[in-house]
């Protein structure tokens, strides 16, 4: 359930705009896009406003004046109804003729006619700027015409023809939209680098430095480019780095190896009784401490590297448990004590064995030496599971304190309690544990049992 929490906060925190360069370049130029729009619309309306005056109220009022006189032409007597019909069907206008003999309105449906519905504004409101239709103070007197029969011809805007064109708005929206969405995937190809580089960057985290981050244009990169250059640059000195302190561990780890085995043998010829057999057995058990270190920082280089081979066979788990407890009674007196409990199907495990002994004797030696003085030994259980392989590891000793849970297994590391340099061990048990888990596939947990210290070890081994 966290996994899944923490999964969807870093979805929804991708997406935000803030935490997206690309968004945010879209969403910059998207604004721009708007701002320059309506800045040009302004200025476009405020221009064709401030120029009307002078410059379309002369064309305005020959145009009325020519239409009066069709539809009224002085020597034919009151308007004529059907040139009125036929000029508001062939332009957008709206025509009222009031008189003594004619009273007619083109379009009776509609609340206003143009600028009369603005002069029903400036009725109302007592603020009325008369301007603000056309900016004209006598567009009365631009849009009405007298005949000589005294009927008066009122013209007017078909606010209907208008309103038949608003599917423009539609297509200036869609055009804003694919703009948008141009600009999006322009600006996601530009950026797409960031990406590759990001990849890198978890790669070589990983320690999976065979596959380099890919430079566009290597002939002539862009800033993206050489940042790409730059890291794998750096990710070389670092596999290069890592694989000289891994060479040279090696070669110290197989130099000492000789000289341990001589001393050893020399130690041996020590006598066996009299004064010197305290100091022979004490002599003994540091060489062999010293010959088990070497073995497990070889064995950590093994499994530490991306070439970590297993040799999987079938094991036979608590068969490889009950040898491992075995082995450990010859060091650990309470090791007969240990409680072994195996569910499940565990003859045929395909898996390394040498490494999983390895792993069990960690385990189980690490639980040993910590768990102190506890009435109850420690547990070992085998079991199989909807997934692979579960081992789980429990003493009764004091535990670690919680903050120190997720340093417990690395190399070299030993808490400052009750896990200390006098109980053994110089921090690589569980460490080995953690590799040899990983190069299953599998993965190590540790938690406080309350008391004591369960270690979980989940292996997907099949067979």
Same mark, same amino acid.
Request: charged share 25%.
């Given at each position: ?121 400036? *009725?109302?409101?007592?603020?009325? *700027? ?18 000589? *029969? ?81 890291? #794998? ?41 009299? &004064? ?7 002599? %003994? ?6 010959? #088990? ?65 390895? %792993?069990?004797? #960690? ?38 304190? &919680? ?31 953690? %590799? ?11 938690? #406080? ?15």
């Amino acid at each position: 359930m966290t996994d899944r929490k923490t999964a969807s906060e870093g979805l929804l925190a991708r997406m935000l705009p803030g935490r997206s360069i690309k968004r945010r370049m879209v969403l910059v130029f998207l604004l721009l896009a708007v701002a320059l729009a309506g800045v040009f619309i302004v200025g476009a309306q405020r221009a064709f406003t401030l120029g009307w005056r002078e410059a379309a109220r002369p064309v305005l009022m020959d145009y009325i004046d020519r239409l009066a006189a069709d539809v009224a032409a002085p020597d034919q007597g009151p308007p004529s109804l059907e040139r009125a019909q036929a000029l508001v069907e062939r332009l957008p206008l709206t025509v009222r003729i009031e008189g003594p003999s004619v009273n007619w309105l083109s379009h009776p449906d509609q609340p206003g006619h143009g600028w009369e519905g603005q002069r029903r504004d400036r *009725d109302r409101s007592p603020g009325w *700027d008369q301007e603000q239709w056309g900016g004209d103070k006598d567009w009365e007197r631009m849009l009405q015409r007298r005949t000589a *029969d005294g009927h008066l011809i009122t013209f007017g805007l078909n606010e209907a023809a208008f309103e038949r064109r608003q599917r423009h708005f539609g297509v200036a929206l869609v055009a804003l939209l694919l703009i948008t969405l141009s600009a999006y995937l322009y600006v996601r190809r530009l950026l797409r680098p960031l990406d590759d580089i990001r990849a890198g960057a978890q790669r070589f985290g990983a320690g999976e430095f065979g596959q380099p981050i890919p430079v566009r244009h290597p002939g002539r990169p862009d800033e993206l480019g050489q940042l790409a250059a730059t890291v #794998n640059t750096m990710g070389r000195d670092i596999h290069e780095m890592l694989e000289a302190k891994r060479a040279l561990l090696l070669a110290i780890s197989h130099e000492l190896r000789s000289p341990i085995t001589r001393a050893r043998l020399h130690a041996e010829l020590l006598p066996e009784q009299g &004064e010197a057999a305290v100091q022979r057995e004490a002599l %003994l058990g540091d060489l062999q401490e010293m010959a #088990n270190l070497v073995s497990d920082l070889l064995e950590s280089e093994r499994l530490s590297g991306n070439h970590a081979v297993l040799h999987r066979e079938p094991v036979d788990l608590p068969a490889l448990a009950r040898e491992v407890l075995q082995e450990l009674t010859a060091r650990h007196a309470r090791a007969v004590d240990i409680v072994l409990h195996a569910h499940g199907d565990l003859a045929a495990v395909h898996a390394d064995r040498a490494r999983l002994r390895l %792993l069990m004797r #960690n385990l189980l030696d690490n639980a040993l030496r910590h768990g102190g003085e506890a009435l109850q030994p420690p547990e070992l259980n085998l079991a199989r599971t909807a997934n692979g392989l579960l081992i789980d590891v429990r003493d009764h000793g004091p535990g670690v304190p &919680e903050a120190q849970l997720a340093q417990l297994a690395q190399a070299f590391y030993r808490p400052d309690s009750a896990r200390t340099r006098a109980a053994g061990g110089v921090g690589l048990g569980l460490y080995l544990c953690r %590799l040899v888990a990983q190069a299953h596939g599998g993965r190590l947990a540790l938690s #406080n049992a309350h008391p004591g210290l369960r270690v979980r070890v989940e292996l997907p081994i099949s067979g």
